[in-house]
């Protein structure tokens, strides 16, 4: 991808997504020794929920999100693994900031005066 950057000198916003769907595409990875092997999967449907593809909808009004809970689902209503993108939706990044990203800062600051300690 690094490759593809350089030799086209693109600097939109954004352009990283076609750089992918170019590599895949274009079948430029099958070679690759590291990877075994790529599965593509519609939006909403595999282990990554991307939601920028729906930056123009209210993820709570179409049920790809329940702020009862604070989750994101996929379209059969499993809960998504990874979510990809999840500040493009208002309503959840304000929860995501307030809530998990509080957490966590209590929780790092909580294990560096442990660490401190030993």
Known sequence: MCNEWDETHIAMKGADQGFHNYLFYSNKLANAKEIRGIKVFEQGRGIINN????????????????????????????????????????????????????????????????????
Do not use: C
Request: hydrophobic share 35%; aromatic share 14%; charged share 30%.
């Open 51 to 118: 939601l920028g593809a729906l930056r123009d909808f209210n993820l709570r009004d179409i049920g790809a999100y329940d702020p009862k809970d604070g989750l994101v689902y996929n379209w059969d209503r499993t809960i998504s693994p990874v979510v990809h993108q999840w500040d493009r939706d208002k309503e959840l990044f304000h929860f995501t900031m307030e809530t998990t990203f509080k957490q966590m800062k209590k929780d790092w600051i909580v294990a560096q005066q442990n660490e401190t300690k030993s």
